[in-house]
């Protein structure tokens, strides 16, 4: 048996005992096999000794039984890596940040505690994917929807915390929480907002209470485990449309971002947009790249190619919801912002009244309208698994071109050829902001995930030259993505390793989480 | 282990075939189509956006929803349930019993000849 760094294996015996005992023999997982099951499945160390593998998982049913297995974590100095349904895929799945911690498995809380489809929010436990909740609110018949990533098998409070995106107006789910119950680190239960009052009436409806606002500490981080999490959900609209702008130079993508911007803050256009480029497209088709690579067909061209063959350099479908006769006008007054770009183009879309029946002839993605689905990996289908490398870089369409151009660097000092960069153009999956998607294939081959890491390295290093950060990493790379928010001299960092050594003195959460290390695994830093 | 993936990507291109025995009692299937329902039709299942149905049939597998054959074996499903294979992860007992596994198993090899 695995043993965790620094635990002698009598200790971890006797801890595993005790974890046993607290949740029953059948919820601790200590055989090969068992713990097989919580290794990353699209692992980037593949074959190698650096792939993260952990000693054993317990799996808790309540909050009492997750704070006695903090409790011995404790008294045995155990680390603990917490899932919530473990399907944080591309970013590590259920794997450790440390080889040797323990998996807290919370799938076993999947309780939905309250859905309301008056003031329209959930409180939910971490076990609880999108798909339970999905399924709960059809056959109770509520008139809300949940806002689904595009993978819909992670849970609500897992892709919250990690500040996951999804596609409907409830886009920014870290946006959405309102009210957490956290097991400290000492094994204390703490309510947050309104929570915090004994018997309020309110915790799933005003997000801050009273003082300091506690709750992004415990997102992305090691401080806490969170057991039970309110989200707020959308009122099933009464309509949906979506249409699609089209605009045919290079250069029109600096007003067609503009003119997004604008309709997006306005909350005008209300679903995530992407970016797409139909004349990117058809260079990658002709073996060339989605960033700017030297002998590309260069934009004169592409522009050429586009007069000839009625191609445009740049679209976007938009989505909007609510009232229908409202959407009807969301999407004429988007026509006319737009229209102020010379050569500009519509398409009309789709439209739903709600509730509807979709058919299988409905191309429509299911989770912009909040139906979860895996359809995602019809997409990703050949492949092993991926790693996504996903900075934030600013609306606009300056910085998309900054932003291909130092890819493009990236990808040819590194010598990656075109057919393997798999990224698409920008997305606004939150609001004032894009972000890049770069789906790294993992393979079993170890050079070759070698050989990506190095260009993912890179890339990392590259965005923080440029003023671009990760909006979240593989557990790979948190070391080298905390590293690169370093402003006065790690200050962050350091201000979350102060919060670390005075909540969890004994290092037991999570460590290395976002590259937040105990005191005891702290390494010097360069 | 450590190559088990691999070696599954090996044999799902392979064959997925082999003759059942037993004929498991109804109760058992009807536990295992709740079961796969739940936690397999999102992927594997009949209509559009099933990426599992989508993967196996682009790999000639016929038919290519789970659900329509009638050459699996139990070992063989427990394998991929719980090693994953491509792009499905593996899922934990916290997620399929090993009691869940058994009656997707019977589900699965219902329509077996024997």
Redesign the interface.
């Known amino acids: 048996m695995r043993v965790p760094p620094g635990v002698s294996p009598g200790d971890f015996a006797a801890a595993i005992k005790q974890f046993e005992a607290a949740v029953g023999k059948e919820w601790v997982f200590t055989s090969d096999d068992d713990v097989e099951l919580y290794r990353d499945s699209y692992s980037p160390f593949w074959h190698e000794e650096e792939d993260r593998v952990p000693s054993a998982a317990v799996a808790p049913d309540g909050v009492e039984q997750a704070q006695a297995i903090v409790k011995i974590a404790n008294a045995y100095k155990i680390p603990l890596w917490t899932i919530s349904t473990g399907r944080n895929l591309a970013y590590g799945g259920s794997s450790p940040a440390l080889s040797g911690s323990v998996i807290l498995d919370l799938k076993r809380m999947n309780r939905i505690l309250e859905v309301s489809d008056k003031n329209h929010y959930a409180l939910v436990e971490p076990g609880v994917s999108y798909f339970d909740l999905y399924r709960y609110i059809q056959e109770h018949k509520l008139k809300v929807w949940i806002d689904p990533p595009d993978p819909g098998w992670g849970s609500p409070v897992g892709n919250s915390l990690e500040r996951g995106g999804g596609r409907g107006p409830l886009h920014d789910h870290f946006a959405t929480v309102c009210g957490m119950e956290v097991v400290l680190p000492n094994g204390e239960v703490m309510r947050t907002g309104m929570g915090a009052l004994p018997g309020s009436k309110t915790w799933q409806q005003y997000k801050y209470g009273f003082g300091p606002y506690v709750d992004g500490l415990f997102s992305q981080s090691n401080f806490g485990i969170v057991t039970k999490m309110g989200v707020w959900l959308l009122p099933e609209p009464e309509a949906y449309r979506d249409g699609t702008v089209m605009v045919a130079r290079h250069d029109d993508l600096v007003p067609f971002v503009e003119t997004l911007a604008y309709l997006y803050n306005s909350q005008i256009v209300q679903g995530t947009a992407a970016l797409d480029s139909p004349l990117l497209t058809y260079r990658v088709s002709k073996g060339g790249g989605v960033v700017d690579l030297p002998g590309d067909i260069s934009v004169a061209e592409l522009e050429r190619i586009g007069r000839e063959q009625n191609i445009p350099y740049w679209s976007s479908e938009l989505h909007f919801y609510g009232p229908a006769k409202v959407v009807d006008l969301q999407w004429e007054f988007t026509k006319e912002r737009f229209s102020a770009i010379p050569g500009v183009t519509f398409k009309e879309g789709r439209s739903y009244r709600f509730p509807v029946e979709l058919k299988d002839s409905d191309d429509v993605l299911r989770q912009a309208l909040g139906i979860p689905n895996l359809s995602v990996f019809g997409f990703l289908g050949k492949t092993l698994g991926h790693m996504d490398f996903s900075p934030i870089v600013p609306l606009s369409g300056e910085a998309v071109f900054e932003a291909l151009k130092v890819f493009g660097e990236v990808y040819h000092e590194m010598g990656v050829p075109p057919q393997n960069q798999f990224i698409s153009l920008p997305w606004a999956f939150f609001p004032r902001a894009f972000v890049f998607l770069f789906g790294f294939q993992i393979m079993h081959d170890v050079e070759a995930n070698k050989r990506n890491r190095e260009v993912f390295r890179r890339l990392i290093e590259a965005c923080a030259e440029h003023g671009w950060g990760e909006y979240r990493t593989h557990v790979a790379y948190m070391d080298d993505v905390a590293n690169v928010y370093s402003y006065n001299n790690h200050a962050m960092l350091r201000l979350h390793e102060t919060v670390k050594d005075a909540l969890d003195p004994n290092g037991i959460l999570s460590p290395g989480k976002s590259g937040i290390w105990p005191k005891r695994l702290r390494k010097a830093r360069a | 282990?450590?190559?088990?993936?691999?070696f599954l990507?090996l044999l799902c291109g392979v064959t997925l075939a082999a003759p059942a025995f037993a004929a498991p009692d109804e109760s058992q299937i009807d536990r295992g189509h709740r079961v796969y329902d739940?936690w397999c039709f999102?992927?594997h299942g009949t209509?559009?956006?099933?990426?599992?149905t989508?993967?196996l049939a682009?790999r000639g597998q016929k038919p290519a929803v789970l659900e329509e054959r009638t050459d699996l074996t139990a070992p063989l499903i427990k394998i991929f349930v719980?090693h994953?294979v491509?792009?499905?992860?593996?899922?934990?007992?916290?997620?399929i019993s090993d009691a869940d596994l058994d009656a997707i198993a019977a589900y699965l090899t219902r329509n077996n000849k024997h």
């Open positions: 282990m450590k190559n088990a993936r691999a990507l739940k999102p992927c209509g559009v956006g099933k990426p599992g989508e993967s682009a719980r994953g491509l792009f499905m992860p593996t899922f934990r007992k916290t997620e």
